[in-house]
């Protein structure tokens, strides 16, 4: 497993400078035991092997998967992040402009050409690295937009170390033709889902393709939208190669109320729908700290999510929620009832219980964690003895055949050619998996005017609304919505309130699980006497001191609850990129800098 190679790399040291390779604790091929030669290396396939393990360290591990959605529309969190309050965020504090590990890479694929291994061989392990490389290089454009392409290793008296950026048409250019050449030349198998194979080429290139295509589309001030369509018909096809001949299907193991959730709760991954994942081993001590995160009122940034997103979950049947007349005054208890059961599985809800010194117990939202009610749940685990520190077995995917089904079907979308067998086997497939029973066999031809009004305005055709519905839901808190945002060009989104689900009124005390215990009650005046078991919210304008409350309802004495509505949330669009960190910038001025900052 990738597990047991990370472990041993720990004792290896693979640095790629001037044409030496350093490693230490381990000898290969009879070389002495603290250096190990390029000759070493690069002429034998175990050398190979180990020195292409260092590229996974590109890979995102758990502790990011599951911190990859703290800023997000839908996730009200502790604070609101600097890089969205007005004047908060500069070139000072950006980061993200470091190149090693490309080095590392260049290094690896210039020497990667000893006669002695064989061709398809070499090949193989430059289509790992060119993998990698697209991977950092995706990583790089989304963040910044224009950058330096590099594809060798420098010196320090090369002129071209200190060149100006190169257009993201080019870089991205060169990202595709390295998947193209991983996606051909891989050849390993891997059922661990921890290695890269051509198919985690050809589902990622699926995803690289989408972003670009889409963001080509709706950043019109670029003026390249006449190549939008060139690149989502390659994300097209580049999921449809995972879907004809990559004999992956989703997850439905356990039925409609488990499969989906499973798919992060697992310490082994779902094989027949991860295809990459982050993989925990607690035999070698790897462990994440999802528990800790998303259940602790101190530490992590206590994400919930927002009834406006919430909101976007169907009925059962397959119709809007928000078509149910009263739904803006249910209660959490009634509101919840009857919907998609992706939502059973996402947040604390109805019967969800917890394992708690060995007892199962039941666990409804608790107001000393979340914000508005939502309390995420989708990956932690279900026992109360991992909540403190790094100690969940829970895998964590990377890459899974949802997210091809989705990107397929939006790709298709987009270029007008979704048809209804499309729909039928990829959102309507994701659909049934969560138990809808109605608008799954064929695409819709209606726009939901919730989903239009709320979310994307200028979007009339309706298998593209439905298509971003099912994404923001199925890949909820994996990572991927706030450059889904960016490359919509919808970043206005992140303005919006964060909101609650609906209190009546105050002094009421609330069973939000409906188990006959009260859980919760909103005062401004504190009740007395309390009741045990309760959590008592204060929701006055002011705190003590006169400090103003970032928790408040709506309408003051009911309505939805709100969380930081006095912190100034202002989108700007010169957050579609990240600041030229200024360091860097100075080191060298030919980088220039992203317009607005």
Same mark, same amino acid.
């Given at each position: 497993m990738l597990t047991e190679k990370i472990k041993l790399l720990k004792s290896l040291l693979f640095v790629a400078i001037l044409g030496t390779v350093v490693a230490g604790c381990k000898k @290969?091929?009879?070389?002495?035991?603290a250096t190990a030669t390029k000759t070493a290396v690069f002429t034998n396939q175990n050398g190979l092997?180990?020195? =292409? +393990? #260092?590229?996974? +360290?590109? &890979?995102?591990? =758990?502790?990011?998967? @599951?911190? $990859?959605?703290?800023?997000a529309d839908y996730a009200a969190r502790t604070t609101v992040p600097d890089f969205l309050r007005p004047g908060a965020f500069s070139a000072q504090q950006s980061t993200g402009w470091s190149w090693t590990d490309l080095r590392n890479i260049n290094y690896f694929i210039e020497n990667c050409n000893s006669p002695l291994v064989a061709q398809s061989v070499r090949e193989n392990y430059i289509g790992l690295a060119r993998f990698f490389r697209a991977w950092f290089y995706f990583d790089k454009v989304k963040r910044f937009g224009d950058v330096p392409w590099i594809n060798k290793t420098f010196t320090v008296d090369d002129p071209a170390l200190y060149k100006g950026r190169d257009p993201r048409t080019m870089v991205m250019? #060169?990202?595709? =033709?390295d998947l193209d050449y991983a996606a051909q030349h891989i050849n390993i198998s891997d059922n661990t889902r921890s290695l890269i194979t051509k198919y985690v080429a050809y589902a990622f290139k699926s995803r690289v393709c989408l972003f670009e295509g889409t963001f080509r589309k709706y950043h019109t001030e670029y003026n390249l939208q006449s190549s939008a369509n060139g690149l989502l018909q390659q994300a097209v096809d580049a999921a449809q190669k995972v879907m004809t001949d990559g004999g992956f299907s989703l997850n439905t193991a356990g039925g409609t109320d488990k499969a989906y959730r499973q798919l992060f709760i697992s310490q082994v991954p779902v094989a027949s729908e991860v295809i990459l994942a982050s993989v925990m081993d607690p035999s070698l001590s790897v462990y994440n700290d999802s528990n800790w995160y998303w259940t602790s009122a101190t530490y992590g940034d206590r994400v919930s999510f927002t009834r406006t997103f919430v909101n976007t979950y169907l009925n059962i049947d397959g119709t809007p929620f928000t078509d149910k007349s009263g739904y803006q005054t249910l209660t959490f208890p009634q509101e919840v009832k009857g919907r998609d059961m992706r939502l059973q599985q996402t947040i604390r809800m109805g019967n969800y219980t917890r394992l708690n010194g060995g007892v199962q117990e039941a666990a409804p939202p608790v107001f000393s964690y979340t914000y508005t009610g939502y309390q995420p749940i989708k990956l932690t685990q279900d026992d109360a003895s991992m909540d403190g520190g790094t100690r969940n077995t829970n895998s964590m995917p990377i890459i899974r055949y949802a997210e091809v089904l989705l990107n397929y079907a939006e790709a298709k979308a987009? &270029? $007008?050619? &979704?048809? /209804? %067998? /499309?729909w039928n086997s990829t959102v309507g497939a994701l659909r049934r998996r969560a %138990?809808?029973? $109605? !608008?799954? #066999?064929?695409?819709?031809?209606?726009?939901d005017t919730y989903l239009q009004t709320n979310y994307f305005p200028a979007i009339s055709d309706p298998a593209i609304l439905e298509v971003r519905r099912e994404r923001g839901i199925e890949l909820a808190l994996e990572g991927f919505r706030f450059y889904d945002i960016v490359r919509w060009k919808r970043g206005s989104l992140m303005d919006q309130v964060w909101n609650g689900f609906y209190v009546p009124a105050l002094n009421q005390l609330i069973d939000l699980n409906e188990d006959g215990k009260p859980d919760v009650c909103f005062y401004k005046t504190m009740p007395s006497p309390t009741v045990a078991g309760v959590t008592y919210v204060n929701v006055s304008a002011t705190l003590s001191g006169g400090t103003p409350n970032p928790q408040r309802l709506a309408n003051d004495n009911s309505g939805e609850l709100t969380w930081l509505t006095n912190v100034?949330?202002?989108?700007?669009?010169?957050y579609y990129l990240? *600041?030229?960190?200024?360091?860097?910038? &100075?080191? !060298?001025?030919?980088? $220039?800098? !992203? *317009?607005?900052?």
């Open positions: @290969l091929d009879q070389e002495p035991q092997d180990l020195y =292409a +393990n #260092s590229f996974y +360290n590109i &890979l995102p591990d =758990a502790g990011t998967i @599951l911190r $990859g959605d703290a800023m250019d #060169s990202v595709i =033709a987009e &270029l $007008g050619t &979704l048809t /209804d %067998g /499309d %138990g809808i029973t $109605g !608008n799954t #066999s064929t695409k819709p031809v209606t726009v100034t949330r202002k989108w700007d669009d010169k990240y *600041p030229i960190p200024e360091t860097d910038r &100075l080191i !060298n001025p030919k980088l $220039g800098q !992203n *317009p607005g900052w």
